[in-house]
């Protein structure tokens, strides 16, 4: 069985937890095996170290025990390690992982093995728990009430905690569930059901329905869908750009200067366009009456044949010579232009 104190899976627990046996006996069977600070501690400090002990009347030189408390409050003992083996001092502050010290065969012991005991309160002895279910497969993700967790595998769902319990169902991939109690060893032989087996146990509410799952790595922690967040566009080279912006701002300066003189020379044309428009329509005026003069005079002189062919047709002309008409002629158009004047 994995256990993150020795970093293995071939752990045997070679003495269980009692009212007589307030810790768990753990080896490999190989001696002197190195011994970490587990996975659920997380961190904490060694807050003192007892070089031997005495127990039943009989005292223990250089048993070391190590007492370490956890940042949540909790603690824990580690027993019958050598002092040589022993990896930490007090005050150091310690995180999973960190080794602590190495089985041993110090003390009242009977062979090479890790004695470890878990205190709910750090520096009480009469809190000390079961720690299996914080030792041991705490390889696995840790849950706890009230988790939201995705299946990755099908499994039995049992009706208590443990494999000898009636099977109510399995899981399908994908389904998730909430962590309604535990986590709890199995319960088999408690209820009469046979031998225990090695495995923690969850009750899951499944919506609709609920059960007891064991932990065999085909659950994990459900995670909402993440959003991939947006990569910003690569800067812009600023300097480039700036130099771009100046030129273009010349260009517009030119421009605007030749819109500027095209201008200058659009009113001047438009300027001498109104004053031709003016001396022509001057013009047409002086013609319409140059026009009608020259009616007038047509008039006149029309007028004036007709009065001389009528002088002739009467006889009273007669003695006048060309030149006289041609004067009475004058005289009658000048009198006439006066007469417009």
């Not at 753990?26 to 001696?31: I, T």
């Not at 905690?161 to 399908?172: E, L, M, P, Q, S």
Request: proline letters at 4%; a negative charge.
């Amino acid at each position: 069985m994995y256990t993150s104190l020795f970093k293995k899976d071939d752990v045997r627990v070679t003495q269980a937890f009692s009212s007589s046996h307030k810790g768990v006996d753990l080896s490999r069977g190989v001696v002197r095996q190195p011994i970490y600070l587990p996975n659920r501690a997380v961190s904490g400090t060694v807050w003192k170290i007892l070089s031997g002990y005495t127990k039943d009347g009989v005292e223990y030189k250089d048993a070391p025990i190590i007492y370490i408390k956890h940042k949540d409050g909790s603690g824990s003992r580690y027993i019958h390690s050598y002092p040589k083996d022993v990896k930490v001092k007090v005050g150091d502050t310690v995180v999973a992982g960190q080794q602590i010290c190495c089985t041993g065969n110090s003390g009242h012991s009977h062979g090479d093995h890790l004695h470890f005991e878990w205190l709910t309160k750090w520096d009480n002895l009469n809190t000390r728990v079961d720690p299996t279910l914080f030792v041991m497969n705490d390889n696995m993700e840790t849950f706890k009430v009230g988790d939201k967790v995705i299946f990755t595998g099908v499994q039995n769902i049992r009706k208590g905690a443990g494999d000898k319990f009636d099977d109510i169902g399995d899981t399908k991939v994908g389904q998730t569930a909430t962590i309604k109690d535990g986590p709890r060893t199995s319960q088999n032989k408690q209820f009469g059901k046979g031998e225990d087996d090695d495995n923690i146990w969850w009750d899951m509410d499944f919506g609709g329905g609920s059960g007891w799952v064991a932990n065999v790595g085909k659950f994990e922690l459900y995670k909402e869908p993440e959003t991939p967040p947006v990569t910003p566009p690569d800067a812009p080279n600023c300097e480039e750009y700036v130099k771009r912006i100046q030129t273009l701002e010349e260009e517009n300066r030119g421009l605007v200067e030749a819109l500027g003189a095209s201008q200058g020379q659009v009113k001047l044309l438009n300027e001498r366009v109104e004053f031709l428009e003016a001396t022509l329509k001057s013009r047409d005026d002086e013609i319409r009456e140059t026009d009608i003069e020259l009616d007038r005079v047509k008039e006149e002189r029309d007028r004036f044949e007709a009065e001389k062919n009528e002088l002739l047709m009467n006889g009273t002309v007669k003695s006048a010579s060309i030149g006289e008409l041609i004067a009475e002629l004058w005289r009658r158009i000048t009198k006439a232009f006066r007469r417009t004047a």
